[in-house]
Structure formats: structure tokens, C-alpha cells
């Protein structure tokens, strides 16, 4: 079975965190701060603060925004629930905005028109989540001249874009949001197993998220509403969590950042070789921008019945017959249980649904090798056949 995502670990990797094993620290050493380091130097952003998963980030990455009850969050609807649940854990209300049909990102031109509905009904946003399809940021600076006018925070969910580009800088840098939050979950471009990251150019969101992800404790003088006892002395100040990443993970994470840029090159070098190789079938092929440089996390290609394909169902039940791993991506978070018990509807955002029913992922990742991709290609072929 050739699956849709595979880490790739090298002999460095392991020689590193069995260094760990064998250092006096597991977690709350070295290997984090050295990891973050390096993160943000990657992204050429001031500050990262690293976590136990994205998850955890964008629920911190909320909190030092100040989402909480009474608030609402917009994301997409195309993308994992935790782009969603992060508002919900606050206590806030969730509201979603359509893609576009060719990239399955957050339509600028759907976003401004319930942005000024909502400024009608007085139910603006207090932050807005664009989500990073398959690894293409989205249109952050139509976000961003949104976010100006009617004065909402922007996180950036990256979780498939680190080593991408926008406008020819990092996805991360931040120039067109508050917080940008990635994940170093095994499939994604980078791991740390599990894992990931807040991004931000704000020095004092940086101090919130750092508190927020161990217990809302700080060690230092100068954020202490006392006089410290002696070089033990903490104070708690808020209601945080116990997010932190171990040392164990930093550590692979940052041996796995030395190979970003050629993981990046890889996959996007296997993406052009499928856009080719898929020429000619009824397919939609992933949608690109000019000045956008995806960082290729997914290959997510549609079925077009109205070409003559069959049904992605049997597409999708041949292609894992012929032993291609194929998954979708994604259901759409409006459609699951827990957000109709809140008043959603199937039929409420159609270009993700549409995106929906035609979508499936096809292995992509950088060990992939060329007989591999081909053979994905040829059960393609064959799986397209009425």
C-alpha cells in the first residue's frame, strides 16, 4: 500500500533524540528553546512558541487574542474540526466562510459580503481562521485589508504551509496576520511526531502563549504581580494548560528543519510531475496562484462526473483496491454532528461542499519515488474508466 503521507526519519534524526535519551533533560531543557529558535528563523518571524500539538496552538493562539464568550470566530469549512473546536474551547461562537472552487481556500469575495451583512446585524467576527489548503496560503492580503476595515484578529491556520511562500516571503512571517500556527504532525512537511507551533511578530502575545501553554505560570521578574521569594518563585497569573513539547520532539523537529527546503523541493517537483502526468483525464488538478509557492502538504485532485468520470466513491474503493492509499480532504466541519446540534445545515456553504464530494488525496510525500508515482498514476487511469 503506497499511503497518501509518510514521515520521512533519517540516521540523523534518531542520533539526535537518542542524544536527548542521554542528556539530563527529557522536557523543560534546551532542546525547546533551540527549536524555536530555529523555527522562527525558518520563517523569518521574531517569535515561535512550541506546543504538544496545532491543536493546542490555535486554542492558546485564541486565548492571548482574547477570544472568550460573547465572541465569534470565522473559519473555513473545508479543514479539520480544530480550525473550529479552538473557538468552542473558549466558549465562543463559530461561523464559517466558503472557499473557492479551484484552490479550496477562504474566498475573499464570500468573506466580504457576510463581513457586511454582519456588520448590518452587529454580529462581526472577533477573529477570522484561513486556513491553508494543501499547503497554499491563502489570499492574506485581502484577508488582512478585511481584518483593517471591520477590525477583526487574523490567525493564520498553516497547519499544511510551513515552507511555503506568499508574496515572496515565508508562510509564517506574519506580515498579514496576528498569529500564524503550524503542525509537525507525521504527515504534515515536517515532524515532531506530534506537535506544533504559534508564529507571531507581537512580543506580548508571544509572553501570553509561552504562560498559556504551562499553566499560565510565570518565571519571570519582570511579568510578576510580587516581589519574587528566591530563585524557586513562580506565580501563576491565568488559567493555562500543560501544552508543552518535550525536549525528545524538539529535538527531531529541529534535526528535520535542516531538510525543510529540500522536502519542499521534493514535493513540489512531485506535484508538477502529476499535473503533467494527469493531463487529459477528468480530473480537476489543484488550483495555483501567481506569487503563491505552496508548500505541497497535499495533492488533491477532483473527480469530474461532468467529464465522463465515474463517481469518486468507486474512483476512491478502486484506487484503495489497487493498493494506492488515497484518503479525502476534507469533510465539511458543518456537516459533523456536533455543529448541526448547533444550527448548521448541509447546503449552507456549496463550494465546500461541492470540493467535498469530488476531492481525493493522492500520495504525496518526499520519499515518494518516481516508479511509486507512477503506478499511483496508471491505477488512476484505471480507476477513471467507466
Known amino acids: 500500500m503506497i499511503p497518501y503521507g509518510r514521515q520521512d526519519i533519517s540516521d540523523d534524526d534518531v542520533a539526535t533524540v537518542v542524544a536527548v535519551l542521554r542528556s539530563d533533560f527529557l522536557t523543560q531543557g534546551p532542546e525547546v528553546p533551540r527549536f524555536e529558535a530555529a523555527l522562527a528563523q525558518a520563517c523569518d518571524v521574531p517569535h515561535a512558541v512550541a506546543m504538544n500539538s496545532a491543536t493546542s496552538a490555535l486554542h492558546v493562539a485564541c486565548l492571548a487574542l482574547g477570544l472568550g464568550p460573547g465572541d465569534r470566530l470565522w473559519t473555513s469549512p473545508n479543514t479539520f474540526v480544530a480550525s473550529a473546536n479552538c473557538a468552542r474551547y473558549c466558549g465562543a461562537e463559530v461561523g464559517f466562510v466558503d472557499v473557492e472552487p479551484d484552490t479550496g481556500n477562504m474566498s475573499v469575495a464570500d468573506l466580504a459580503a457576510r463581513l457586511a451583512q454582519a456588520e448590518k446585524d452587529g454580529t462581526l467576527p472577533k477573529v477570522v481562521v484561513p486556513v491553508h489548503f494543501a499547503g497554499l496560503s491563502c489570499d492574506m492580503a485581502g484577508i488582512a485589508a ?85 530563585p524557586w518563585y ?3 497569573l491565568e488559567l493555562g494548560f500543560n501544552y508543552r513539547l518535550t525536549d525528545l520532539q524538539a529535538a527531531l523537529g529541529r ?8 522536502y519542499v523541493a521534493r ?9 503533467a502526468l494527469l493531463q487529459g483525464l477528468p480530473l480537476c488538478t489543484p488550483g495555483r496562484r501567481s506569487g503563491v509557492e505552496s508548500a505541497w502538504h497535499l495533492y488533491v485532485v477532483g ?17 484503495r483496491a489497487a493498493g494506492i492509499g488515497v484518503n479525502v480532504h476534507y469533510i465539511p466541519v458543518h456537516w459533523q454532528p456536533y455543529y448541526q446540534a448547533l444550527g448548521f445545515r448541509r ?21 515518494l519515488g518516481l516508479d511509486a508515482q507512477d503506478r499511483v498514476v496508471a491505477a488512476l487511469r484505471e480507476a477513471l474508466r467507466p
Open 347 to 367: 447546503g449552507q456553504f456549496p463550494q465546500a461542499e461541492a470540493h467535498y464530494r469530488r476531492a481525493i488525496s493522492l500520495p504525496l510525500f518526499p520519499t
Open 234 to 236: 513562580y506565580e501563576q
Open 303 to 319: 473527480v469530474d462526473e461532468a467529464a465522463g468520470a465515474p463517481p469518486r466513491r468507486q474512483v476512491f474503493d478502486r484506487l
Open 255 to 262: 534535526s528535520q528543519l535542516a531538510r525543510l527546503s529540500d
Open 146 to 230: 478585511l481584518a483593517q476595515r471591520y477590525g477583526f484578529r487574523v490567525i493564520e491556520d498553516a497547519s499544511h504551509a510551513v515552507g511555503g511562500r506568499y508574496q515572496g516571503e515565508h508562510v509564517g512571517h506574519g506580515r498579514h496576520s496576528d498569529i500564524t500556527v503550524l503542525s509537525f504532525h507525521p504527515v504534515k512537511i515536517v515532524t515532531t511526531a506530534e506537535g506544533g507551533a504559534a508564529l507571531t511578530r507581537d512580543a506580548g502575545l508571544a509572553q501570553a502563549m509561552q504562560r498559556l501553554r504551562s499553566h499560565g505560570i510565570t518565571r519571570e521578574p519582570s511579568q510578576m504581580r510580587g516581589e519574587p521569594e528566591g
Open 267 to 275: 514535493r513540489r517537483a512531485l506535484a508538477d510531475r502529476y499535473d
